[in-house]
């Protein structure tokens, strides 16, 4: 029997119960509507429990249902502790709780708490003047025409907004709608604490805190002579004294917690992620989905670096587990465009690169997270009209692109691209008209490949991306050496070819992927004595003595038992 020192155990307790766990997300508002008003609720969800623990899932991820204006999708809240009556009642979610949990799946919640909205009641008494409820968000003086400083908001525009009344402009890094809290007060900080404890006793099996990197500012705001402000509050002075306080206060040490991380570094999401530290289980970081931003802007388009992305995974799967830090692994979320679209082929070689995408991640050292639609190899929409896009950010930007001189048809080319509705549009379920997801009016238009890309067709088809997605979440779980094995890329310098080998005590693994629509040489072939294919995304694939080449998306990958 192997002994373990008290240090191990309690890194073990603290970290170690979501290895070989996948993490379902969620966008309630598109998931499954059960009342016919177009809108995915919480008893859609309920509904749905079963589809979830076939695929494999621990942990359900649901994105905000609180009540909220919503002017951001639900990440501007009004109320941290009320259901908003589009998605359900309380019951409903108690319920969802515990029949996610009779399944031996965990409900995940999301703790928007860098901002809230303008009508939550703390900002309402904020405008009323009460200086108790004034401190609880970022305000400073300020003349009308001179805002504090020149940062720009994350959805464009100056990111102060003028109050006249009270002659004071308010902070929102995000929508005009979002004010910015004040974490250096404590009783936000115990506010937020106690929204912790209410779903927690609510029996919440763990919490995703959004752009929680954010949360603490500077002590002085300067304008920022050399970007758009985010050096000044990212990665803040006392975030991870903060992290640890909720964390520690609100006793969730022994829960998965994830943290989105908005440009963030290696080294701030070691310390996020290291047990030893106590603040998160992992964390998200994107700097993967920027290698398409031409000169770093998210709305200037270009074919993904491939180089750059390798180097990116080669850095933060390296750097995490050389200091024990610990990811989130995904391509897709609420967020993001489909993958497939972006990184893939979604015509000729959509399944082929679905089940690439997938295996490159599921495959890595970290926890994978698959986004609701995923796994059924969903696409961008390609909306032809801006009246057909719901997200703010997007409506903005359409603005804004034209007000730059960019013509519509040349706007819409972008949203088509980048619009964080290309991940919005509804759960594809079957191929009726509203795939199933409504016998109403859908909120957002579903793309129309919905009749072929739908669950009920992928169910039953023993090579679909669904019942691939189930394999590599199985495999998970089989293996030690998937989720707790070291990394150590190869081919690193292969301009096509993203590759790795896993090993843990004895087992290793060794995973190959095609990034491109061509054939890759591997020039220098890879010798196959002993192993054998675990999985791969080509049918009637034998494991030979040595493989040389690659075809077009292709992926595959290897056990070696030694």
Known sequence: MESYNGAEMKEESFMGHFKDSTIYQIYTKSFQDTTGNGLGDIRGVISRLDYLKELGIDYIWLTPFFCSPPNDNGYDVADYRAVDPVFGTMED????????????MGCMFDMVFNHTSTEHRWFKKA???NPEYMDYYIFREGSPDAPPTNWQSKFGGNAWE?????????LHLFDVSQADLNWDNPRVRGELKEV??????????GFRFDVVNLISKPDVFVDDDKGDGRRFYTDGPRVHEYLRELVRDTGIEDMVTVGEMSSTTLDNCIRYSRPEDRELSMCFNFHHLKVDY?????????????????????????????ENGWNAV??????????????????????????????????????PYVYQGEELGMTNPYYDDISRYRDVESINYYRILTEQGITGEEALKVLAARSRDNGRTPMQWDGSRYAGFTQGEPW??????????????????????????KRLIALRKEYKVISEGEIEFIYREHPQVLAYRRTYRGQELVVLANMKASEADLGERLELDGCRLLIGNYTGEECGQALERLKPYECRVYMKTR
């Open 196 to 205: 912790i404890r209410f779903w927690k006793a609510k029996g919440v099996k």
């Open 162 to 170: 003028y109050v006249p009344h009270l002659k004071k402009w308010y």
């Open 294 to 322: 031409r000169d770093g802007d998210k709305w200037k388009l270009m074919e993904p670096d491939l180089l750059r992305l390798k180097q990116l995974f080669m850095e933060w799967q390296e750097g995490m587990e050389r």
């Open 330 to 367: 995904f391509w897709c979320n609420h967020d993001q465009p489909r993958a497939i679209s972006r990184f893939g082929d979604d015509g000729q070689y959509w399944k082929e690169s679905a089940k690439m995408l997938a295996t490159v991640i599921h495959m890595f050292r970290g926890t």
């Open 127 to 129: 405008l009323e003047g």
């Open 93 to 104: 979610v108690e319920e969802l709780i515990r029949e996610a949990d009779v399944r031996g």
């Open 444 to 469: 957002i238009d579903i793309p129309e490949n919905h009749s072929y890309i739908n669950a009920q067709a992928e169910a039953g088809d023993s090579g679909s991306i669904l019942n691939y997605y």
